[in-house]
C-alpha cells in the first residue's frame, strides 16, 4: 500500500525553526519527485516546495525562499522540510505530496497518489 | 507571479452537471490536475493530465481543457461530491514554479 506519513509538527515561536519529515512506503521512493503542500486553517491549498528524485533540483515559493530547505534521504523513505525564521503566516497543515506524478500504475490501471494526513505548524508567542 | 483562478462557489441540485473552471496563461502548454477536498480529510486526485480519470474515481467526472482555462465537469453530480476542489498546475516561464488555484466549494442540495 502506498503512504505517506508525516511528523514533526508542533508550536513553535516566531523565528524559531523546526524540521518536518514524510515517511515513504509502499513504492520506490526514489523514483519520485516530491513535494510539500501546506493549508492555513480555513484556506486554501499552498504549494511550499519540490525536490527532484535524486535531490539534485530543489524548487520553492517566494513566500518561503530562503527561510525553508527541502531535502530527502532516498535511502531511508524519507522526505524533509527544515524551516527556519518561522512566522505566524507559516501556521499550516503540512503535507507531503508526489505532485509532478499524483499517479501510480499497477498493470492496466492508475490510481490516485494519496497524500498523507499532514503535520500541523503552529507559530505563536 | 502565476496564478490559477477559480469561482470561490457553485451550486447544484442533485443529479445536476456542476462546472468547475479553472483559468491560467499557462494552460495551454501545461496540464491541469484537480483536487477534491472533503471536509477534514486530504485532497485525492480526481483528473489528471486534463482529461484523465484515475482509477476508483466514478465515471461521472470529467475534464478538459481548451486555450487558457480547464473545466472539471460532474455530470449528475451526488450529495457526496460536495467538496472543495483545487486545480493544479505548473509556471510555464521555466522557473519550475507550481501552483493551485483558490479552490472551489461545490455545494449539492
Known amino acids: 500500500e502506498v503512504q505517506l506519513l508525516e511528523s514533526g509538527g508542533g508550536l513553535v515561536q516566531p523565528g524559531g525553526s523546526l524540521r518536518l519529515s514524510c515517511a515513504a512506503s509502499?513504492?520506490?521512493?526514489?523514483?519520485?519527485?516530491m513535494s510539500w503542500v501546506r493549508q492555513a486553517p480555513g484556506k486554501g491549498l499552498e504549494w511550499v516546495s519540490t525536490i527532484s528524485a535524486s535531490g539534485g533540483s530543489t524548487y520553492y515559493a517566494d513566500s518561503v525562499k530562503g527561510r525553508f530547505t527541502i531535502s530527502r534521504d532516498n535511502s531511508k523513505n524519507t522526505l524533509f522540510l527544515h524551516m527556519n525564521s518561522l512566522r505566524a503566516e507559516d501556521t499550516a497543515l503540512y503535507s507531503c505530496?508526489?505532485?509532478?506524478?499524483?499517479?501510480?500504475?499497477?498493470?492496466?490501471?492508475?490510481?490516485?497518489?494519496?497524500w498523507g494526513q499532514g503535520t500541523l505548524v503552529t507559530v505563536s508567542s | 507571479s502565476y496564478e490559477l483562478t477559480q469561482p470561490p462557489s457553485v451550486s447544484v441540485s442533485p443529479g445536476q452537471t456542476a462546472r468547475i473552471t479553472c483559468s491560467g496563461d499557462?494552460?495551454?502548454?501545461?496540464?491541469a490536475y484537480w483536487y477534491q477536498q472533503k471536509s477534514g480529510q486530504a485532497p485525492v486526485l480526481v483528473i489528471y493530465e486534463d482529461s484523465k480519470r484515475p482509477s476508483g474515481i466514478p465515471e461521472r467526472f470529467s475534464g478538459s481543457s481548451s486555450g487558457t482555462m480547464a473545466t472539471l465537469t460532474i455530470s449528475g453530480a451526488q450529495v457526496e461530491d460536495e467538496a472543495d476542489y483545487y486545480c493544479?498546475?505548473?509556471?510555464?516561464?521555466?522557473?519550475?514554479?507550481?501552483?493551485f488555484g483558490g479552490g472551489t466549494k461545490l455545494t449539492v442540495l
Open positions: 499557462a494552460l495551454p502548454k501545461k496540464y
Open positions: 509502499g513504492f520506490t521512493f526514489s523514483n519520485y519527485a
Open positions: 493544479y498546475s505548473t509556471d510555464s516561464s521555466g522557473n519550475h514554479r507550481r501552483v
Open positions: 505530496a508526489s505532485l509532478q506524478l499524483p499517479y501510480y500504475c499497477r498493470g492496466d490501471s492508475c490510481y490516485p497518489f494519496p
